[in-house]
Protein backbone atom coordinates (compact mmCIF):
# COMPACT_ATOMS: atom_id res chain seq x y z
CA UNK A 1 0.00 0.00 0.00
CA UNK A 2 1.31 3.66 -1.10
CA UNK A 3 0.43 6.05 1.31
CA UNK A 4 0.38 10.15 -0.29
CA UNK A 5 -0.34 12.82 2.32
CA UNK A 6 -1.73 16.29 1.49
CA UNK A 7 -0.53 19.25 4.20
CA UNK A 8 -3.60 20.95 4.79
CA UNK A 9 -2.61 24.45 4.04
CA UNK A 10 -1.86 23.78 0.45
CA UNK A 11 -4.25 21.13 -0.57
CA UNK A 12 -8.47 21.72 -0.35
CA UNK A 13 -9.94 18.59 0.95
CA UNK A 14 -12.80 19.19 -1.58
CA UNK A 15 -10.18 18.58 -4.33
CA UNK A 16 -8.65 15.36 -2.42
CA UNK A 17 -11.73 13.61 -2.00
CA UNK A 18 -12.71 14.31 -5.97
CA UNK A 19 -9.15 12.95 -6.78
CA UNK A 20 -9.73 9.75 -5.07
CA UNK A 21 -13.49 9.76 -6.96
CA UNK A 22 -12.40 10.42 -10.06
CA UNK A 23 -9.92 7.30 -10.07
CA UNK A 24 -11.80 5.13 -7.86
CA UNK A 25 -12.15 2.41 -11.10
CA UNK A 26 -7.85 2.23 -11.00
CA UNK A 27 -6.88 1.44 -7.39
CA UNK A 28 -8.70 1.08 -3.59
CA UNK A 29 -8.34 4.12 -1.40
CA UNK A 30 -8.53 4.53 1.70
CA UNK A 31 -8.69 8.48 3.32
CA UNK A 32 -7.34 9.40 7.08
CA UNK A 33 -7.51 12.93 8.54
CA UNK A 34 -4.52 14.17 10.30
CA UNK A 35 -4.32 16.87 12.28
CA UNK A 36 -1.70 18.95 9.47
CA UNK A 37 -2.95 16.30 6.63
CA UNK A 38 -5.32 14.44 4.61
CA UNK A 39 -3.90 10.93 4.26
CA UNK A 40 -4.84 8.97 1.35
CA UNK A 41 -3.79 5.71 1.04
CA UNK A 42 -3.42 3.66 -2.50
CA UNK A 43 -3.82 0.18 -3.00
CA UNK A 44 -3.59 -1.20 -6.45
CA UNK A 45 -3.25 -4.91 -8.56
CA UNK A 46 0.78 -4.21 -8.52
CA UNK A 47 3.66 -1.97 -7.03
CA UNK A 48 3.91 -0.24 -10.44
CA UNK A 49 -0.16 0.61 -10.65
CA UNK A 50 0.08 1.45 -7.13
CA UNK A 51 2.57 4.25 -7.48
CA UNK A 52 1.00 5.61 -10.73
CA UNK A 53 -2.11 6.06 -9.29
CA UNK A 54 -0.95 7.80 -6.23
CA UNK A 55 1.05 10.06 -8.56
CA UNK A 56 -2.31 10.62 -10.48
CA UNK A 57 -4.28 11.15 -7.30
CA UNK A 58 -1.26 13.64 -6.74
CA UNK A 59 -1.49 15.80 -9.66
CA UNK A 60 -4.85 15.45 -10.05
CA UNK A 61 -6.13 17.10 -6.26
CA UNK A 62 -2.96 19.47 -6.81
CA UNK A 63 -4.60 20.98 -10.20
CA UNK A 64 -8.37 21.19 -8.74
CA UNK A 65 -6.80 22.93 -6.01
CA UNK A 66 -5.68 25.30 -8.21
CA UNK A 67 -8.56 25.84 -10.07
CA UNK A 68 -10.99 26.41 -6.99
CA UNK A 69 -8.55 28.74 -5.46
CA UNK A 70 -8.68 30.84 -9.23
CA UNK A 71 -12.19 30.84 -8.80
CA UNK A 72 -12.63 32.44 -5.40
CA UNK A 73 -10.04 35.43 -6.75
Known amino acids: MTEV ?4 DLYRA ?3 DRAV ?3 ASYATFER ?7 VVRVA ?7 RRVAGEVSNFALGL ?3 ERGKRR
Open 5 to 8: RFHR
Open 14 to 16: TAV
Open 21 to 23: ASL
Open 32 to 38: ADEASHF
Open 44 to 50: ASTPVRE
Open 65 to 67: TVN
